[in-house]
C-alpha cells in the first residue's frame, strides 16, 4: 500500500513540475518585449526589495525611467544589446514589454 501513495505523490509533483514550467515558458514568450530599445519591464522575484531590483536592473547595462505597478518590477532602457541575457543571469524573472503589462494587468499604469 505504501508504493501508491508515494506513486500517487509523485505523478502530482510531475504534474505540477510540467504545469509552472508551461506556464512559466508561455509567460516568457508572451511578454518578451517587441522594441527593447524603447524600454523593457524587468520583473524580480515578489521577495526582491525595489533597491535591489533597481541596482540589478541598472548593474546589467541599462538606465532608470521608473518603477513598475510593484516593487520588485523596473522599467529601464537597455544601454547594451545583451541586456536581456545580462539581467536574466542577474536574477531577473522575465523581461517583458511595459505595455503588455500594462495592458494585461490594470496594477500596471503607464503614464
Known sequence: MPIVKRRGWLDGL????IAVTGLYGSA???LQPRDPAVGVGVIFAPWVSSEAALIRAVEAGAQFVRYGGL????????????YQS??????ALFV???RALAACLT???LK
Open 86 to 91: 545580462r539581467i536574466l543571469a542577474s536574477g
Open 28 to 30: 516568457r514568450l508572451a
Open 71 to 82: 516593487p520588485f518590477i523596473v522599467v529601464v532602457m537597455p544601454d547594451v544589446p545583451d
Open 107 to 109: 496594477v500596471f499604469q
Open 96 to 98: 517583458a514589454d511595459p
Open 14 to 17: 510531475i504534474i505540477f513540475v
